[in-house]
């Protein structure tokens, strides 16, 4: 045994507790498709039998573990100065702000794709509902709509669903043309609100809890707090979730580092609340550019617990608000459990039939819906109050590419779409629509001919060796010879 040869004399139920932990490892690496024996870092090799070494005093180590991500995202562009392209204000004779000077719509970067200029002419406002999932009775949109009846101006704003199923590519927002529009429509100010609630499956801090009873393991932890955006060895199945909720949550954040320079557009993020029951689980909450925004002057984070708002269980549930002006309305009603009354299941484990018990929590209680949907109309009211706009153009809007995110509830509709998708999976069913230049293969295309630069200079590189000798291949490309 090794442990003899080291003279390291460990008990026998402690060798048996080294086997254990051997066999599980091992497992775990088969499941991944390694071999069982497979080393995960590099091994150093010593010629000849095990050196005896002296006996060392035993010593208790202390594992460092290390709480938060110190590094920002590099897939994440850095966030904007405040109001770094917006409109300059200046003091006009009356004391009011007078704009001086305006963000040109064309020297976006969605202009070269969308008609921005003639976009703002319709003077019609957006309320964005990122990842909606289907539409129902009492959803954000419907309470935002209900409270707009009471506006003199309520044909100057629409509810957006961004959805996959409306539109292939402007309803992708892992599609990074996507991202740029909706950034866009943003810093125009013709967003003047954004409620997204990225998925959390991956984050969920029910991953972290022990499974009660000895019946099958949950869905183990991807993320931790030292690898907030994925563990580095993960299952295939795995690693295309985390990818996909990072690419979502990277989505919603560049959302945020938009409204920075728009003023007057509020965006609501909402996430689970950083487990404190669960000290060492990962959070959405601890990702850097998230704690950024949190730091804005204007942006508060609110927690509440869904059960005050008429959901089943208490589902502690933080919403980061940038630039939400009326969030008093929020904050002066009950949004923290009071305790008067009973909580549904605990959200741990599985349930009766396998399924994750997280799974059903997802849709907003209708009590949320309406606080949120008065929130974001109170934005628009504001925004009327100090500028009312003119009529609107629903004619040419209706015939917008933008308008196809607007989902009227119908049954009829929602039985015929299937919701839920966050990504895109390209079904073809618009194939009728013009094409859009593609984000993703422009970035591919890219990415190509940088590889082609890099491999050219190497290639001039080798052949100036002084025994490097450049051919022409019969395919008319450049080889080295030495
Ligand atoms: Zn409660």
């Known amino acids: 045994m090794a442990w003899e040869s080291l003279d390291i004399p460990i008990t026998v139920s402690m060798q048996h507790e080294v086997e ?3 066999i599980r490892e091992a497992r775990h690496l088969v499941s991944l498709g390694y071999r069982e024996t497979k080393s995960m870092s590099p091994v150093i090799v010593c010629p000849g039998p095990l050196r005896l070494l002296p006996t060392q005093p035993s010593e208790l180590l ?33 004391g009011k702000a007078i704009p001086t000077e305006k963000l040109d719509p064309d020297s976006l970067t ?5 008609p921005l200029g003639s976009f703002i002419k319709l003077q019609v406002k957006l309320v964005l509902h990122l990842f909606s999932g289907q539409r129902r009775e009492h959803d954000f949109q419907s309470e935002f709509e209900r409270f707009l009846q009471a506006s003199t ?3 100057n704003v629409c509810v957006l669903s961004i959805d996959i199923v409306l539109h292939p590519q402007l309803g992708d927002l892992t599609n990074p043309q996507a991202i740029a529009l909706w950034q866009d429509l943003i810093a125009l100010g013709i967003v003047i609100f954004v409620l997204a609630g990225p998925p959390c499956e991956t984050w969920s801090a029910a991953r972290y809890l022990a499974l009660s009873g000895d019946g099958p393991s949950g869905p183990r932890p991807l993320r931790s707090q030292s690898r907030l955006w994925g563990l580095p060895i993960l299952k295939r199945a795995e690693a295309q ?4 909720g990072n690419a979502l949550l990277r989505a919603t954040i560049r959302m945020f580092f938009a409204a920075i320079t728009a003023p007057t557009t509020a965006v609501i993020m909402e996430h689970p609340k950083r487990p404190s029951w669960v000290p060492m689980a990962p959070s959405s909450w601890l990702v850097p550019e998230l704690q950024y925004i949190a730091k804005q002057a204007n942006c508060f984070s609110v927690d509440i617990d869904q059960c005050m708002f008429g959901a089943p269980s ?13 969030l008093q309305l929020l904050r002066d009603i009950p949004h923290r459990c009071d305790k008067s009354h009973v909580h549904a299941t605990v959200l741990r484990g599985l349930d009766s039939n396998g399924l994750f018990r997280t799974a ?3 849709t907003y209680p209708k009590g949320l819906c309406s606080i949120l949907a008065k929130l974001a109309c109170s934005q628009f009211d504001s925004i009327c109050d100090r500028s009312p706009p003119p009529p609107p153009d629903l004619d040419q809007f209706s015939s917008s590419d933008l308008a196809r995110f607007y989902v009227p509830t119908d049954p009829y509709l929602n039985s015929a779409q299937s919701y839920g998708a966050d990504f895109s999976s390209l079904s073809g ?5 013009p094409p859009l230049p593609n984000g993703k293969a422009a970035k591919a295309e890219s990415e190509l001919v940088s590889a082609r630069q890099l491999a050219c200079t190497a290639i001039e590189g080798l052949s100036q060796l002084p025994n490097g000798m450049s051919v022409v291949g019969k395919h008319g490309s450049s080889r080295v010879h030495f």
């Open 241 to 244: 979730s985390i990818a996909i």
């Open 62 to 94: 202390q594992l460092e573990v290390p709480t938060i991500l110190l590094d920002r995202d590099p897939e994440i562009p850095p966030p904007p100065a405040p109001f770094c392209h917006m409109t300059t204000l200046t003091s006009g004779a009356d």
């Open 20 to 22: 254990h932990i051997r």
């Open 153 to 155: 101006h309520k044909t």
């Open 314 to 326: 208490m589902k502690p549930t933080t919403l980061l608000c940038l630039q939400v002006q009326h």
């Open 110 to 114: 969605s202009a070269s794709f969308f």
């Open 360 to 362: 059903p929590a997802k």
């Open 429 to 433: 069913q618009h194939a009728f629509m």
